[in-house]
């Protein structure tokens, strides 16, 4: 077997690839919520407290420690920008998700996610490790962005 190979070189891909697969069911619900609802903040605000309802015992069952909140004290400010950007992205996904599909949604979240995480790689942004742009990386996310263009083009050209 080789050295550098591990159950978690197959096993968190996974589980990340089964996250992302849960996102457009994600926005696709919450299109509805806000359809329902009348407003898509309305809709936000039930979707992230049915979030807290689902960490509640999450966390009781893990047996968590009680968070440290003095420590709150010391945080970067970029540290809350969490909330901020899943307010946005839960907005922004009930809003376009029926204009653009939810196919059409994505992928252009996708390759915003891809085009940020390079520039966070890149300066080692968020207290995370530099992770330097080369060629390669460049082609990879070209090819993305490429790629939201054409699932663009071909679900405008199928209207």
């Not at 709150?72 to 907005?91: D, H, K, N, R």
């Amino acid at each position: 077997m080789n050295p550098s190979f591990s159950p978690a070189v197959v096993l968190l891909p996974l589980i990340a690839l089964l996250a992302g697969a849960a996102v457009p069911f994600q926005a696709g619900s919450n299109a509805a919520l806000g359809r329902l609802l009348g407003h898509p903040l309305w809709a936000t605000l039930v979707s992230l407290s049915v979030s807290v309802l689902m960490v509640l015992p999450a966390l009781w069952l893990m047996r968590a420690p009680a968070p440290q909140v003095a420590a709150l004290a010391q945080a970067p400010w970029w540290a809350w920008f969490g909330g901020v950007a899943g307010v946005a992205y839960i907005t922004a996904a009930l809003i376009l998700t029926p204009r653009l599909g939810a196919a059409g949604f994505i992928v252009c979240v996708v390759a915003g996610q891809v085009l940020s995480s390079l520039a966070i790689d890149q300066w080692g942004l968020m207290g995370l490790p530099e992770r330097p742009v080369n060629l390669l990386r460049l082609l990879g996310v070209g090819l993305i962005v490429a790629g939201m263009l054409v699932v663009q083009w071909g679900t405008a050209s199928s209207r």
